[in-house]
């Protein structure tokens, strides 16, 4: 059962007072099954941020559609967008994106007081989630009060703690050194093995990439091969 499709998904982004044209995605069709692990590799600058940005209704594509468990991303407007967001999509940024002024408790626990659930229900489920990536003893720290891979774990943690139906890495291990990385990709591997989640992962690790089920490879701005794990360049 497909969770996610693109279609003829494209990205172009005018710049300046020169408005020169960046066709940042130039046209991609995929689609993901529900339980499914996929990695998203390609060059700096190959599309792989913007085409997330675009999956998990962040940026609004030029054209081309989204459709996600069934629903077409354009036809919302941006207050249901924030919701899908909120509660089906958990989007680990590649610039973390914490909040300064809070906790990383409370920073965790944002999306679901956002969603109005009870205090001491977000507190669990923010401790539950900072435990499972190893961050616990640093929950009453700001983000500035942590080292970038600490706060990347944080953001990881913000993604899950509502359980969302998928998943939308961009760059999880890109902070991280190699045991605390092996970690983060051993707790998606488990999201996905274990519970069913759904995980597509931007990275530019090999060995990340490894650990998915299947590898998409985007090259200025379009995907140039599709290859499930083991399998030869489709
Ligand atoms: N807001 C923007 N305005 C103009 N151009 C942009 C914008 N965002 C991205 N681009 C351009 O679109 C292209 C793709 O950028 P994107 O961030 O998707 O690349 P990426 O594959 O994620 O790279 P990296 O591996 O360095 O993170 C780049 O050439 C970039 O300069
Ligand atoms: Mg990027």
Redesign the pocket.
Known sequence: MSILQAEQLTKT?E?GGDATK?A?VGGVDFSVAKGEFVAIT??????????LHMLGGITRPSSGRVVLEDVDLATLDDDALALIRRRRIGFIF?RYNLLPELSLLENVALPLVLDGKGEAACDAAARKALEAVGMAARSGHRPDELSGGEQQRGAIARALVTEPAIVLAD?PTGALDSANSARVIELLQELVHGQHQTVVM?T?DPDSAAAADRTIS?RD?LIFSDTAAGAGVS
């Open positions: 982004f710049t960046v940042a390609g060059a700096s600058g190959s599309g792989k941020s913007t085409l590649q760059e931007v530019h985007m701005g």
